[in-house]
């Protein structure tokens, strides 16, 4: 892939980022109606239910994008890509592990609110992404480990991090899906009205945004490109 691909894919993924974080924070900030709870009205559990889909969306899903394509864009030696990468994957993680204790902390228990696909699925996504992000720590500080043994692990790596990014994006879909329901059928909020167009918008920037993360992240770096374009002329030549 050339340069300018590269700059292309990562430039629309960075638009993306900014409107998915745009639509969250009008939405949060604009329907505040909708986080309200029900009877007995409390302050404290309106600001859990309204930092549940921003933490989850700004923090967990954005960063993590951002922090996936560290290796694409920064300039630097590897160490300093790695720490950048597992830094910000480990700030991701801190605004998904907060962001799930919002909703067990307002919702007055762990086991009583484990009743959706959307629990379910945000709970294995969490759990796979902690995993992912202690072994990343792990090897981080085994550098001196057998370079064939880093190649052998590398590809798991790469697959189970884009798996987990994959896994947060559909979870949210599916948060976001649950709570437009709810307030469509309780809270009488229109179909086609502002805010369900607002949480169409959201979704539909989501689907958008997590295409060009794992576009940037499988294409082949430009230097990556000549040097195999290289080996395969050599090997060419060889025989
Ligand atoms: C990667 C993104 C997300 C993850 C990992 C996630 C995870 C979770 C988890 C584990 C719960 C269950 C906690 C409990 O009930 O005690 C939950 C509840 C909830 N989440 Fe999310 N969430 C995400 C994004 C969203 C978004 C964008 C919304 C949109 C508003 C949302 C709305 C809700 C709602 C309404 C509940 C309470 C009802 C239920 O348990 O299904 N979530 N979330």
Known sequence: MSSSSTFIILTFARISAALVALLVLTWALTFKTSFTPHSPFSQQKFIY?????????????????EAILV??????????KKTVHLGMQGVALSCGVFGIWTKFYGNNGIVANF???????????????????IMG??????????RRARMTILPWHVFVGLYTYGLAVVTAETGLLEKL?????????????????????????????????ILGAISPRPQQYVTSSAKLRYSNDKY
């Open 71 to 80: 290796h694409r864009w920064m300039p630097g030696s590897r160490n300093v």
């Open 49 to 65: 239910n309204v930092l549940h889909p921003l933490l989850m969306v700004i923090g967990f899903i954005i960063i993590s994008g």
């Open 115 to 133: 009743y959706s696909l959307h629990s379910w699925m945000g709970l294995f996504c969490v759990f796979l992404f902690t995993i992912q992000w």
């Open 181 to 213: 329901t709810f307030i469509q059928t309780t809270r009488n909020v229109s179909r086609h009205g502002s805010e369900s167009v607002l949480v169409n918008g959201l979704g539909l920037g989501l689907a958008l945004l997590s295409g060009a993360v």
């Open 137 to 146: 720590f792990l090897s981080f500080w085994h550098r001196g480990e057998a």
